[in-house]
């Protein structure tokens, strides 16, 4: 089956370092991949759209300087938030699809953000 | 404004009923996802539609794309349900986008 693997589950960063989550596709191919946060009220926000051999899409709001995001091949992902403050804390969530088979959309377990 | 609205916010469930679920998109969709969030954060793909129907155990799902909505049907709710649901909407934007509605937080009762 297609599994999506994302680490680390947790983090707990000092204001203004960073931290780097990862996202393993298994099972199927990451064409495109979605990062989201999830804000303590629920709400996702879509962070940037990458898909591989195309350029990065950020979202208002989000900017590469701030999340850079690196997509090399088709079973992994990662993303890094620099210079974390309090309003960047959440639950950050890989999506990922292959989108020559269908646009199924297969999510890592997320990984949060704490920020202290 | 919200492109996904679902409803309702928040639910409770006697356990053996039914309910259902919806999201109404302000966008044009093409297509549907629904997902169950557990308490640790994971989300479970439910469905994924087009236009139409389809059925799962307890668990049924529609998408009409004409009158823009989706609705998940949940029949005999068991305990195991209990989590936030959520429907994600992709428009066809020219880049694949999801946009997800803001969640039913479920609770089934014993």
């Known amino acids: 089956g297609a599994l999506v693997y994302q680490y680390p589950r947790r983090t707990i960063c000092k204001s203004g370092t960073s931290m780097r989550m990862e996202c393993q596709a298994v099972g199927f191919q990451a064409t495109s991949v979605a990062w989201y946060r999830q804000s303590p009220q629920k709400t996702f926000e879509l962070i940037a759209l990458?898909?591989?051999?195309?350029?990065?899409?950020?979202e208002q709001n989000f900017t590469q300087e701030k999340f850079p995001i690196s997509h090399p091949n088709l079973s992994f992902s990662s993303m890094t938030v620099l210079n974390a403050y309090l309003e960047d804390r959440g639950l950050y969530l890989c999506g990922a699809w292959d989108r020559d088979s269908g646009n199924t959309l297969y999510f890592g377990e997320g990984s949060r953000l704490i920020v202290v | 404004g919200d492109k996904v609205k679902q409803s309702p916010s928040a639910l409770s469930l006697q356990e053996g009923t039914n309910s259902a679920l919806r999201c109404n998109f302000s966008?044009?969709?093409?297509?549907v996802q629904w997902f169950l969030q557990n308490p640790r954060g994971s989300l479970m793909n439910l469905f994924y539609l087009v236009p139409g129907t389809k059925e799962n155990g307890r668990l049924k799902s529609a998408f009409d794309s004409k009158e823009s909505y989706s609705t998940l049907h949940i029949r005999d709710a068991q305990l195991e349900d209990s989590g936030t649901y959520f429907c994600a909407a992709e428009a066809d934007t020219g880049y694949q986008n999801f946009y997800f509605g803001k969640g039913t937080s479920l609770t089934v009762i014993p």
């Open positions: 966008i044009a969709a093409t297509t």
């Open positions: 990458s898909t591989v051999n195309s350029a990065i899409k950020y």
